[in-house]
């Protein structure tokens, strides 16, 4: 069990993690479609992104959950 101060960061880890495992799929398949090389290509392409969108969400985060504050209203 992780102490609550790295929430933001496995957050961070986890939507990246199946965000860039399904738009790569999504991705791979509609350009190459379903044959034998597949799943290598999409594994690779799912890595690198990964990689992209890891740090992306630990940045993006703050301020988009800023700007969600911004946009709504507490609980009475």
Do not use: N, Y
Request: with cysteine; charged share 10%.
């Amino acid at each position: 069990m992780f102490p609550a101060r790295f929430a933001p960061v496995l957050f961070g880890f986890f939507v990246s993690c199946l965000m860039s495992f399904i738009i790569t799929f999504v991705a791979t398949l509609k350009a190459v479609g379903l044959g034998e090389d597949f799943l290598g290509i999409w594994m690779g392409a799912w890595v690198f992104s990964w990689m992209i969108a890891f740090p992306t969400i630990l940045f993006v985060a703050p301020l988009a959950r800023k700007l969600v504050a911004r946009l709504t209203r507490p609980p009475a």
